[in-house]
T-cell receptor
Framework: KQEVTQIPAALSVPEGENLVLNCSFTDSAIYNLQWFRQDPGKGLTSLLLIQSSQREQTSGRLNASLDKSSGRSTLYIAASQPGDSATYLC?????????FGQGTRLTINP | DVKVTQSSRYLVKRTGEKVFLECVQDMDHENMFWYRQDPGLGLRLIYFSYDVKMKEKGDIPEGYSVSREKKERFSLILESASTNQTSMYLCASILGGAHSDTQYFGPGTRLTVL
């Protein structure tokens, strides 16, 4: 059974820092991996989608990498801003469904 | 822009009531999903549908049913609401091949069962 783990559960950093969020999964037989952002009390917003054949994807200040063989993905956020404060979730496609990690709650302090 | 809407942001119901949660997407997506999200448990898949009138059980279907009579609309039904169904419910949809595209989420319905 696929399990997705995100460490740490919470992270607090000063504004302007570069940071890395981690995601690991137990079964490397995935179709793709997605990173989402969730603001308190809201739905999920997709940030990046990495296909299993890709190694990384970039969007603005965000860069996500995927290493299937080691079962790991990272989300790199450059020059963090207070507006980046949210919970970040990763999820992998297994069969016909997404399996989610429990998220990292990120706080950027002004 | 893809839009996934849910009928209510907040809902309060009593134990034993029949509850309908509605989800509508406007981009002709084939696949639609219902999740619930609880602190410490994350997002868990309740049901999904890959076509009109088709449905598949997810990881936690007990106590729920679904209906998909039209492509754009996917309803989650709590036949007899119980307090342990108090949760945030999220609907999602995806265009075409599920493995190659982004899953889009609605804003969520916060359901409280008293």
């Amino acid at each position: 059974k696929q399990e997705v783990t995100q460490i740490p559960a919470a992270l607090s950093v000063p504004e302007g820092e570069n940071l890395v969020l981690n995601c690991s999964f137990t079964d490397s037989a995935i179709y793709n991996l997605q990173w989402f952002r969730q603001d308190p009390g809201k739905g999920l917003t997709s940030l990046l989608l990495i296909q299993s054949s890709q190694r990384e994807q970039t969007s603005g200040r965000l860069n996500a990498s995927l290493d299937k063989s080691s079962g790991r993905s990272t989300l790199y956020i450059a020059a963090s801003q207070p507006g980046d404060s949210a919970t970040y979730l990763c999820a992998v496609w297994v069969g016909q469904k997404l399996v989610f990690g429990q998220g990292t709650r990120l706080t950027i302090n002004p | 822009d893809v839009k996934v809407t849910q009928s209510s942001r907040y809902l309060v119901k009593r134990t034993g009531e029949k509850v309908f949660l509605e989800c509508v997407q406007d981009m002709d997506h084939e696949n639609m999903f219902w999740y619930r999200q609880d602190p410490g448990l994350g997002l868990r898949l309740i049901y999904f549908s890959y076509d009109v009138k088709m449905k598949e059980k997810g990881d936690i279907p007990e106590g729920y049913s679904v209906s998909r009579e039209k492509k754009e609309r996917f309803s989650l039904i709590l036949e007899s609401a119980s307090t342990n169904q108090t949760s945030m419910y999220l609907c999602a949809s995806i265009l075409g091949g599920a493995h190659s595209d982004t899953q889009y989420f609605g804003p969520g319905t916060r359901l409280t069962v008293l």
